[in-house]
Each structure stands twice: as C-alpha cells, then as structure tokens.
C-alpha cells in the first residue's frame, strides 16, 4: 500500500533536510513529460522491459501492460510472462464458468474479490512486485489492483482506479453501483507525512498562486496538501504501472542503488507524469551527481537531464558547477580533449533551456581554450577564446587571456595577414578595445607594418599605415610602445624619402615623429644632419 512514503524512512534525516530546502524554491508549472524525460534515454532493466516498455509507447496497447507490470523484476523472461498470462486467464475462466456473470454487480464482485483473495492474494507485504502475486502470493495494494483491474477487464465489469494519499484501491460499477474494492485496508500499513512537510508543501504552492488565496482560506493545510499531491482524478491502469514502477524506485533506494532508482523513476514518468514523480527525478538525480562515482559521459548524460528541472529547483549555476567539475577531471586531471569533447556533446544534445545552453558554451570554450593556453599551444586556444569572448564579451578573465593568445598566435605572421588579423579583431570584438593592452599591440602593429613597408621601399602602404598609427596614437594616452620603436619607424621612412631625394619629406617625417617622442635623441640627430 505504498505509493508515497513518508521521507524519513526513504531518505534519512539528512535528506530530510535536502528535501524541506528545496521545497521551500520549487516551482510548480505544468507537466512537460517531452522535455524532462525523454524515452531514447531510458535504461531498461531487461531486453524484455525494452521490448514490452517501448513498444507500448509506440502503440498504447493494453496487451502490453501485463508486460508493464512484470517489467520491473529485471529477471522476468517472455517464458515467465506467458506463464502469468496463462494464470490469469485461467483466473478469469475459472470465475466465468461459475457462472458469476449471471450474478447482479454486488454478489458478482463479492465473488469475484473471495475467489482472487483465496487463489492468489495470500500474503501482504510493502515491498513487492507484480510477479511476487504468482510466485509467492505476496502483494499490496497497487499490485493486487493491477491484478483486479485486469480481471475486471476481462470480465467486463465496469470499473475506476481511485489514488488516495497512501493508498489505491477500485470501485466497481461506477456511478450506479458505486461498490468499493479495498485490496488491503486503508490504514494497513499507512505511513504518515510530517506536518512540516505538508506545511512547506502548501506554502509553496501558494506562493506560486496555484493555491488561492479564496481556497487557502477555506481549507486547512491537510486538506491542501492531499488535494494538490495526490491525484484528484481517476487513474487508469497505465499510471498505476506508473505508481508501481515509483514504488520499485523508492525500494531500490531504500537498498542503496539509487542509480537504478533514478532509471525506474524515469519510466514511471512516461507512463505518470506527476508532481511526485518531478520532485523525486530532481531529488534522486542531484543525490546521485553528488554523491556517486560515476563515469564522465555518464555523468554529462546525468547533468544534461538534470538540467530539465529548472521549474523543480535545478538551477543554471548548479548545472555550469558540473560541468565545470567534470572539466577539471576530464580535461585538466586526465588531458582528455576528446572526451571531454564528447561529454559536452552529450550535455548540449540533452539540454533544452537556453541560459543553461549559453553557460555550457561558454564554460566548454573557455576550458578549452585555456587547456591549450596552458600547454603554449595559442593557435589552437585562439578559437576557443574567440568564441567564449563573443558569448561574454565583458569577461575580463577571457578578454585578457585572449589578448595574450592574439599577440603569440600572430608572432610570425606576414605583413598582410597581420594587418587583416588585428582589423578582424579591432571590428567583430569592439570589447577588445576596452584593453590597453589590444590597443597597444593593434596600434603597434601598424607602426611596425608601416617601418617594414618603408623598408621595401612601398612609400603608399608605409604612409597609408603610419596615419593609422598616429590616429590612435591620438586616442590613447596609455600605449606601451617604446620611443626607440616609434623613432625606428620615423627614421626608416625619412631614410625612404632621402634616398627618393625628397629632403622636404624627410624632414616632414622627422617632425611628425617628434611631435610624438619629443625627446628622442635619435630622431634629434637625424634631423640635425638631414637640415645641415
């Protein structure tokens, strides 16, 4: 009879205040079964739950949910659920050729409840699974459901499944009859949640105006609380497999392999898409990513579906802390590019929110970057640090580390492909501007192109390249370039115009430069032997 628990028994005290701190930030939107779970990602127990579970979320077929049930014992065969099959139907045979259906709808499932109850129903238990009714006679209230469901089914006899807080159980002939089917009674083995619980619970969803404030006026926090947690509509028998696959999670938890756990909660939600089974996910999959060893590209599989539970709490800075750790022991510990490559493509193929997605990015490219800023590789950091820089432009870490690539990447460039590069950077990264230092080696590369131009005797580009210089020369009052390399270009181009016999220029040349380094000897010198 457990389809919730009360958390100290599931989780331990310390979970329980894990639990009541996210209660107290959790968000209840509505359901969005496509993005939190998603069915090409389910682990299956057995090639046998594959088979059954996918192919009844392709077709919705009910000859698949006596599979949907068994599934959760992972040692099920198809010999084993044609055997139960066979059982059932000879239960339902059996109860057809007592001639039962001749009987009116109290004495027919009094009847019928009698004879499952002495046939199969022999022994309660909390923990169980649908096979257990054919194996031992072991049930509870969710799986001797299933079973009368079934029956019921195959009888004919109209029926709802009806969820109450702890508890499930059926009621035949609805809205004529009106006959109630307890499997167990309702206060056998009941657990109660705390009040604490229940009240954090309601405060939250009154926060989020789910509750009103009419309503919550109106009702007292116990009340709240069953209506808002528990189903107020029927359920039919595939979200009582769904019940049942949640159940198998919280006993699987209970023994210490919540991995496995996490899985069935998975393949519950597909079959319930609830509140309970959303907080649980998010639960169970934050306990596991901090507390269990597991593989990198399982762990980006992890933080990638984690990433899904925004409205439950999860929040970007949890999801970028991951990733972030999973890059120290993947890239920095171990110096695997490749897989850290692969665990980022797993985590963005997996992520559905934005902001999330950005902040992945970012942290992937600045990583990577600085992983071969480590080792002097800056041609290969360069890419990485462009594109962390156009997704924060801002960053200063990453405008000054990409600066410092910039200046060693273009260390053996030409003429040309300098000039291109430093006007690429100086247009498509204007925060690059901001840096004393760009501007010192942008401004700087002209005054160098513009003494290399003169030196091959190209007068057009030389004079075309040192009127940039002295254009941001004028704008920066900052720049860390030498007297001697200012007075090096200054000179070589009065030596351009010397040897074209052009004193008039020369001379033109030596003023400009002074005017900029006013207390250069060198330039003093030439000067004072060019107007001799």
Same mark, same amino acid.
């Given at each position: 009879?457990?389809?919730?628990?009360?958390?100290?028994?599931?989780?331990?005290?310390?979970?329980?205040?894990?639990?009541?701190?996210?209660?107290?930030?959790?968000?209840?939107?509505?359901?969005?079964?496509?993005?939190?779970?998603?069915?090409?990602?389910?682990?299956?127990?057995?090639d046998?739950e594959?088979?059954?579970?996918?192919?009844?979320?392709?077709?919705?077929?009910?000859?698949e949910?006596i599979?949907?049930?068994?599934?959760?014992?992972?040692?099920?065969?198809?010999?084993?659920?044609?055997?139960?099959?066979?059982?059932?139907?000879?239960?339902?045979n059996?109860?057809?050729?007592?001639?039962?259906?001749?009987?009116?709808p109290?004495?027919?499932?009094?009847?019928?409840?009698?004879?499952?109850?002495?046939?199969?129903?022999?022994?309660?238990?909390?923990?169980?699974?649908?096979?257990?009714?054919?194996?031992?006679?072991?049930?509870?209230?969710?799986?001797?459901?299933?079973?009368?469901?079934?029956?019921?089914?195959?009888?004919?006899i109209?029926?709802?499944?009806?969820?109450?807080?702890?508890?499930?159980?059926?009621?035949?002939?609805?809205?004529?009859?009106?006959?109630?089917?307890?499997t167990t009674?309702?206060l056998?083995?009941?657990v109660?949640?705390?009040?604490?619980?229940?009240?954090?619970?309601?405060?939250?969803?009154?926060?989020?105006?789910?509750?009103?404030?009419?309503?919550?006026?109106?009702?007292?926090?116990?009340?709240?609380?069953?209506?808002?947690?528990?189903?107020?509509?029927?359920?039919?028998?595939?979200?009582?497999?769904?019940?049942?696959?949640?159940?198998?999670?919280?006993?699987?938890?209970?023994?210490?392999?919540?991995?496995?756990?996490?899985?069935?909660?998975?393949?519950?939600?597909?079959?319930?898409?609830?509140?309970?089974?959303?907080? $649980?996910?998010? /639960?169970?999959?934050a306990? @596991?990513?901090?507390?269990?060893?597991? !593989?990198?590209?399982e762990? *980006?599989? %992890? =933080?990638?579906?984690?990433?899904?539970y925004?409205?439950?709490?999860?929040?970007?800075?949890n999801?970028?802390?991951?990733?972030?750790q999973?890059?120290?022991?993947?890239?920095?510990?171990?110096?695997?590019?490749?897989?850290?490559?692969?665990?980022?493509?797993?985590?963005?193929?997996?992520?559905?929110?934005?902001?999330?997605a950005?902040?992945?990015?970012?942290v992937?490219?600045?990583?990577?970057g600085?992983?071969?800023?480590?080792?002097?590789?800056?041609r290969?950091?360069k890419?990485?640090?462009?594109?962390?820089?156009?997704?924060?432009?801002?960053? $200063?870490?990453v /405008?000054g580390?990409?600066? @410092?690539?910039?200046?060693?990447?273009f !260390?053996?460039?030409?003429n *040309?492909? %300098? =000039?291109?590069?430093?006007?690429?950077?100086?247009?498509?990264?204007?925060?690059?501007?901001d840096?004393?230092?760009?501007?010192?080696?942008?401004?700087?590369?002209?005054?160098?192109?513009?003494?290399?131009?003169?030196?091959?005797?190209d007068?057009?580009?030389?004079?075309?390249?040192?009127?940039?210089?002295?254009?941001?020369?004028?704008?920066?009052?900052?720049?860390?370039?030498?007297d001697?390399?200012?007075?090096?270009?200054?000179?070589?181009?009065t030596r351009?115009?010397l040897?074209?016999?052009?004193?008039?220029?020369?001379?033109?040349?030596?003023?400009?430069?002074?005017?900029?380094?006013p207390?250069?000897?060198?330039?003093?010198?030439? !000067?004072?032997?060019?107007?001799?």
């Amino acid at each position: 009879m457990r389809i919730t628990s009360h958390p100290t028994n599931i989780f331990g005290n310390k979970m329980i205040r894990y639990i009541f701190l996210f209660l107290l930030g959790i968000c209840f939107n509505g359901l969005a079964q496509d993005s939190l779970v998603r069915s090409k990602e389910i682990t299956y127990l057995s090639d046998f739950e594959r088979t059954h579970f996918t192919s009844y979320l392709k077709t919705k077929g009910k000859k698949e949910l006596i599979s949907l049930f068994l599934s959760t014992s992972p040692d099920i065969t198809s010999e084993k659920d044609e055997k139960i099959r066979k059982e059932i139907i000879a239960l339902g045979n059996s109860l057809t050729f007592s001639g039962i259906q001749k009987k009116k709808p109290n004495r027919k499932i009094s009847l019928t409840y009698d004879y499952i109850h002495q046939t199969s129903l022999r022994n309660y238990n909390l923990e169980c699974r649908f096979e257990q009714i054919f194996t031992n006679g072991i049930y509870n209230c969710v799986t001797a459901s299933a079973l009368y469901s079934i029956i019921f089914d195959d009888l004919g006899i109209p029926y709802e499944i009806k969820e109450k807080p702890t508890h499930v159980y059926l009621l035949a002939y609805p809205n004529v009859e009106n006959i109630m089917v307890e499997t167990t009674t309702p206060l056998f083995g009941y657990v109660n949640w705390p009040d604490e619980y229940k009240s954090k619970f309601v405060s939250v969803l009154k926060d989020q105006k789910i509750i009103g404030a009419d309503e919550a006026a109106s009702k007292n926090s116990e009340e709240l609380f069953n209506k808002y947690y528990f189903a107020s509509e029927n359920i039919d028998l595939p979200r009582l497999a769904g019940l049942h696959y949640i159940n198998d999670a919280i006993f699987l938890k209970d023994k210490g392999d919540i991995k496995t756990a996490f899985q069935q909660l998975e393949k519950s939600y597909l079959l319930y898409p609830s509140k309970r089974s959303e907080f $649980l996910l998010m /639960n169970f999959g934050a306990e @596991i990513i901090s507390s269990t060893k597991m !593989k990198p590209k399982e762990k *980006a599989v %992890l =933080i990638a579906k984690l990433s899904r539970y925004k409205a439950q709490g999860i929040t970007t800075d949890n999801i970028k802390s991951e990733f972030y750790q999973l890059g120290q022991e993947v890239l920095f510990k171990e110096n695997d590019k490749a897989l850290y490559k692969e665990c980022y493509q797993l985590i963005r193929e997996g992520i559905t929110d934005k902001e999330i997605a950005d902040e992945i990015d970012f942290v992937y490219n600045y990583e990577l970057g600085r992983a071969y800023f480590n080792q002097n590789n800056f041609r290969m950091a360069k890419p990485f640090y462009e594109k962390a820089l156009k997704a924060q432009p801002k960053n $200063l870490d990453v /405008n000054g580390l990409f600066i @410092i690539v910039l200046t060693r990447s273009f !260390k053996n460039l030409d003429n *040309a492909a %300098l =000039i291109d590069s430093v006007n690429y950077y100086h247009d498509k990264l204007p925060s690059l501007r901001d840096f004393n230092s760009f501007n010192t080696f942008y401004t700087g590369a002209y005054l160098f192109q513009s003494r290399n131009m003169f030196s091959r005797d190209d007068a057009v580009k030389g004079n075309k390249y040192l009127e940039v210089f002295e254009s941001e020369w004028k704008l920066h009052d900052d720049l860390n370039i030498t007297d001697n390399e200012i007075a090096m270009t200054y000179m070589e181009a009065t030596r351009y115009h010397l040897d074209q016999n052009q004193k008039s220029k020369a001379i033109e040349m030596l003023n400009r430069g002074l005017s900029i380094t006013p207390n250069s000897v060198a330039l003093q010198d030439m !000067k004072k032997y060019v107007v001799r």
